[in-house]
């Protein structure tokens, strides 16, 4: 995993709420057995009109937004499906971090797992990037995860809270399953003793 | 032991727990993983990539449901060479690593949350995980089951642990009598109306309450499923008496001592009187009606005599341009009674509600019928064993009579990865959990609903108030029969 310290990026405003994992990548895309090249679908149906044509009003498809690394939205955002494709096209679009007032539960440790940081901020807060990014052109915003804050250089400055243990993992790009197996020994003899429970058996 | 009374929730987790290191989340220990083809591919590579084995291949199991067409021909000839890949790994994965797979021929196949209790591998208090987020079904057994993603399907591969840090608790009681016609699936689609999509994030649910008591395994398991669709980390329901009769003699349930057993240790589950819950909400069962939803989240829901809403009267602006464009999507306008909404497509189906007793109450509904004109309209089963017991009730042919297609086991058209989709457009009730814009098709609009609402939707052409139904007497003789 790459770790994460600082990003200085681009930001885009996506102004909707309950984003859904079925949006972010739909379950067409699904099929695959590989874990990268998503980029291409992400938010495939918003990025196209009925007819397969680029959609030049959503902002992911807008010249001024192309190269943002950091996504504004709405509350709720990657609700839904637990799908991970969701995380690996952010991901591999060029997505490192997400700011919203608040996250689905399973696609916030997917996200996590891939690198990505989710910022969470109050509404309002979210509110005025979405509008800044909209207004001010060349919107860039810097996320700092050692200082928990974003700053747009300007006049918006905020702190966000993050769970310490997520944060050292991000910073450092660990890999959960090295993590868990550094307790092998007592997860040996808890295994041994909780297999006797044949009422916990699933065959 | 034996100090502060404790929710169903906390006995569970406290079971799993394999050690709490300082600062980092909780280790938690898994029972079992239930593995499908569309989640699992990267999270084996990954193993293969890192030298890794699977640590325990017997608290595993797959089965092929997401992709797989649901007819015989199409099954035997997947033209879909993705998709035919994408099960063609499993298999393969499932023989490197030694994990037991119902493939698309198995008498045992079909939708994972369908199989797992059928076959009596869910049991309660376990902790059961799947690349899939309607896990959250399992919890109707008193299970914390929940879904996850693919990094962490190969962490439970790897080490049959997952860190997890404590999610809050919120218990739901249902108090009352369900009134006639109202089902599970209408208590589920009130509660997310009521709290909406995201009003239980980081919350493992406890479903409790008369209402509760009362209901089937299956009807616990559909409200279950749909936890995911008030944000919520896992649904659970207290095992009791209802519970154990399901369970006993099923393939893998314990036998003989090991039963008696099971169920002495399965009794001490239920939450303790007293037990604090960082949430509670309290329903009355008799205000409920028969559901529809309107619009692009589960949380749009209505009741049937109701109008679809009118944007203007939204809480802020926010909401206003959701509920606009919710509309937009749906092609309907403010102040229809969704009762003169009509339809071109009912999928009955997918891992909320294809269970034996939901093809039982859709058929009652059906008998005698005829499927109207302008509508298609397809049966799913949840599963090859669901199939078979059908059949053997004649549930297939007072579908088929009525003019439905009886199809072969698979989530189906609730998110049209196989050929079972909506053309842009299309109008659908069905009793799936999900109407996010595109799920059963781009431009397909689908509304949510119990199966008995599908079943008369179909026949009507349109959506219809349960409650008033003829059921015609051929029902209870065709049934029967």
């Known amino acids: ?203 | 032991m034996g100090t502060a009374p404790k929710t169903l929730f906390e006995k569970v987790w406290e079971q799993h727990v394999v050690i709490e290191p300082k600062g980092e989340p909780t280790v938690l220990y898994i029972d079992l993983q239930l593995l499908h083809e569309v989640t699992s591919p990267q999270a084996f590579e990954g193993l293969r990539l890192a030298g890794r084995r699977v640590r325990r291949p017997d608290r595993s199991i797959a089965t092929v449901d997401h992709n797989v067409p649901t007819t015989i021909e199409g099954r035997l000839n997947i033209v879909d060479q993705i998709a035919a890949t994408q099960i063609a790994t499993l298999r393969k994965n499932c023989a490197d690593f030694g994990i037991e797979l119902y493939d698309v021929n198995s008498r045992e196949q079909g939708i994972v949350h369908v199989i797992g209790p059928e076959l009596g591998i869910t049991k309660p208090g376990m902790t059961i995980v799947c690349g899939d987020s309607h896990t959250s079904t399992h919890g109707a057994f008193g299970a914390l089951a929940f879904g996850i993603g693919t990094s962490e399907v190969e962490h439970v591969l790897a080490t049959q642990t997952l860190p997890q840090s404590k999610p809050k608790t919120f218990r739901i009681s249902v108090e009352g009598r369900l009134p006639r016609g109202v089902t599970a699936k209408d208590i589920i689609l009130a509660i997310i109306g009521k709290i909406g999509t995201d009003g239980a994030t980081g919350c493992v649910i406890e479903y409790a309450g008369s209402a509760i008591r009362e209901l089937s395994m299956e009807g616990r398991m559909t409200i279950c499923n749909m936890s995911i669709e008030a944000g919520a980390r896992a649904g659970m329901i207290a095992p009791d008496e209802t519970t154990f009769a399901y369970l006993k003699g099923r393939r893998f349930s314990p036998k003989g001592a090991a039963w008696d057993e099971a169920v002495r240790e399965w009794s001490r589950l239920p939450s303790d009187p007293g037990a604090k819950f960082d949430r509670e909400l309290v329903i009355d069962a008799g205000t409920l009606v028969p559901y529809v939803s309107w619009g692009t989240s589960p949380g749009m829901v209505a009741p049937i005599t109701d109008v679809v809403p009118d944007p203007a009267a939204a809480l802020n602006e926010q909401e206003r341009k959701s509920l606009e464009r919710a509309l937009e999507y749906m092609g309907l306008q403010a102040g229809t009674p969704l009762a003169d909404v009509s339809i071109d497509r009912v999928f009955i189906g997918s891992c909320t509600n294809s269970r034996i007793e939901d093809l039982r109450a859709a058929a009652r509904i059906a008998a005698g019928y005829k499927v109207s004109t302008h509508v298609s309209a397809m049966v799913v089963p949840g599963s090859q064993q669901v199939k078979a017991q059908a059949e053997q009730e004649g549930l297939d042919r007072v579908f088929r009579e009525a003019g439905f297609e009886w199809r072969e086991p698979g989530c189906s058209m609730c998110l049209g990865m196989n050929p079972d989709i909506l053309s842009p457009g299309e109008r659908c009730a069905s009793t799936s959990n999900r109407n996010f814009e595109g799920r059963q098709g781009r431009g397909g609009r689908t509304h949510l609903v119990s199966p008995e609402m599908a079943a008369a939707a179909a026949i009507a052409g349109h959506f219809i108030d349960i409650r008033n139904w003829p059921v015609l007497d051929v029902a209870s003789e065709e049934v029967k029969a």
């Not at chain 1, 109050?122 to 979405?130: C, R």
Request: proline share 4%; with cysteine.
């Open chain 1, 1 to 203: 995993m790459q770790p994460f310290r600082t990003l200085a990026a681009l930001a885009v405003p996506l102004d909707r709420t309950n984003v859904d994992t079925d949006q972010i990548i739909p379950k067409q895309f699904l099929k695959r057995i590989e874990r990268s090249g998503y980029g291409e679908f992400l938010f495939f149906d918003w990025r196209r009109t009925a007819n397969g044509e680029p959609d030049l009003s959503f902002p992911l498809n807008e010249p001024r937004y192309q190269g943002a690394q950091i996504l504004i939205a709405g509350k709720n955002f990657g609700c839904g499906s637990s799908r991970e494709h969701a995380a690996w096209a952010l991901s591999d679009f060029g997505f490192r971090a997400v700011i919203a007032p608040t996250f689905a539960d399973i696609f916030f440790s997917n996200a996590g797992k891939n690198g990505i940081v989710l910022v969470k901020l109050d509404e309002e807060q979210v509110n005025s990037l979405l509008e800044n990014a909209k207004k001010i052109p060349n919107y860039r915003l810097t996320v700092s995860l050692e200082e928990q804050t974003v700053t747009d250089g300007r006049e918006f400055n905020a702190k966000f809270d993050f769970d310490p243990f997520r944060k050292f993992c991000l910073i450092e790009g660990l890999d959960d399953i090295g993590l868990t197996l550094r307790h092998a020994s007592a997860l040996d003899a808890y295994e041994k003793k909780h297999d006797e429970a044949g009422w916990l058996r699933a065959k």
